[in-house]
């Protein structure tokens, strides 16, 4: 059994920064890709940020410049770090991972629960 706890949103003011996590626990022997999505309400859930296991980080063009995602192997975590922020980033935000899973060696696809950001003053 393995799974995804997001942490870190909250409200924020138009401009400012947050700081989200997403840690990974259970019986993981690896992880591949680990996903940032959104969901705004109304709309359909987006995909924002990606990053390998190795390798660089690529973003939806609408988050690119602001947010960063980084990484920690060791620890099972990524963490984006979103900047000026705007009203339109509001929105649920879920972490994505494929993780391989020690007992079975088996690829599942693992969601988190989500955590809502509000940006607004």
């Known amino acids: 059994q393995v799974q995804l706890v997001e942490s870190g949103g909250g409200l924020v003011q138009p401009g400012g920064s947050l700081r989200l996590s997403c840690a990974a626990s259970?019986?993981?022997?690896?992880?591949?890709?680990m996903e940032w999505y959104r969901q705004a309400p109304g709309k359909e859930r987006e995909l924002i940020a990606a990053?390998?296991?190795?390798?660089?980080?690529n973003y939806a063009d609408s988050v690119k410049g602001r947010f960063t995602i980084s990484r920690d192997n060791a620890k099972n975590t990524v963490h984006p770090q979103m900047n000026n922020l705007k009203p339109e980033d509001t929105a649920v935000y879920y972490c994505?991972?494929?993780?391989?899973?020690?007992?079975?060696?088996?690829?599942?696809?693992?969601w988190g629960q989500g955590t809502l950001v509000t940006v607004s003053s």
């Open positions: 994505n991972a494929a993780i391989r899973v020690a007992t079975t060696m088996r690829l599942v696809e693992v």
């Open positions: 259970g019986s993981i022997f690896s992880i591949d890709a």
């Open positions: 990053i390998p296991s190795g390798g660089n980080a």
